[in-house]
């Protein structure tokens, strides 16, 4: 059964930084994406980043947080990061790890498989 524990939520204050990680076990290959999205109650589900396991290291950027935002990989520990610097009170937020078959995707709806979260928050 493959599961996906997010970490490294927290509060911070506007202009701070803050690195999610992402820990997957139960993997049996590694022909698979993984992404982050985030939700705010009352708001739709919005895409943030995503990476391929299986090809050179690549990701799908949201307009919301590019040139903030960046994802790395290690695939020793099965581990993907997000490193959120520049932090605005906006990005507050539920942040999700995914994982799907496949390459990397922006649409919630192609994602096979779904951490519990971790709680960001931003303060003015």
């Known amino acids: 059964q493959v599961q996906l524990v997010e970490s490294g939520g927290g509060l911070v204050q506007a202009g701070g930084s803050l690195r999610l990680s992402c820990a997957a076990s139960?993997?049996?290959?590694?022909?698979?994406?993984m992404g982050w999205f985030r939700r705010v109650p009352g708001k739709e589900r919005e895409f943030v980043m995503s990476i391929s396991w299986w090809r050179d290291e690549q990701t799908s950027n949201a307009d919301s947080v590019k040139g903030r935002f960046t994802c790395s990989r290690d695939n020793t520990k099965n581990t993907v990061y997000l490193q959120m610097n520049s932090l605005k009170p906006e990005d507050t937020a539920v942040y999700y790890c995914a994982l799907r078959w496949g390459r990397p995707s922006s649409n919630a709806n192609e994602y096979n498989y779904w951490g519990r979260g971790t709680q960001v928050t931003i303060s003015s």
């Open positions: 139960g993997l049996t290959s590694t022909s698979f994406s």
